[in-house]
Nanobody
């Protein structure tokens, strides 16, 4: 099993910044990719950003240029630096990890979510 623990959410004013963290632990041979998704009230969960084992990244168009995803491989931790935040960024942010275990099987795992609220 793999556990993902997120932190860093909170209340921030428009134009402000926040950094989210997500640490993975458990039966991990390799993390293929880690990413962030978000879900606003009344909306479906949507992709935000991903970083793969080789370091390549992708972003949703709505956050490109404002958010930066990075990872610390030694700590199995992914970060999401969010800048120039807008009220429409308000959502519960979820971490997702694509993990290969010691049986050489790949599984997706989700964190519990962390609330980000952008409001004056």
């Amino acid at each position: 099993q793999v556990q993902l623990v997120e932190s860093g959410g909170g209340l921030v004013q428009p134009g402000g910044s926040l950094r989210l963290s997500c640490a993975a632990s458990g039966s991990i041979l390799r993390i293929n990719a880690m990413g962030w998704y978000r879900q606003a009230p009344g909306k479906q969960r949507e992709f935000v950003a991903v970083i793969r084992s080789g370091g390549s990244t992708d972003y949703a168009g709505s956050v490109k240029g404002r958010f930066t995803i990075s990872r610390d491989n030694a700590k199995n931790t992914v970060y999401l630096q969010m800048s120039s935040l807008k009220p429409e960024d308000t959502a519960v942010y979820y971490c997702k990890a694509d993990v290969r275990n010691y049986e050489l099987k790949d599984y997706d795992y989700w964190g519990q979510g962390t609330q980000v609220t952008v409001s004056s």
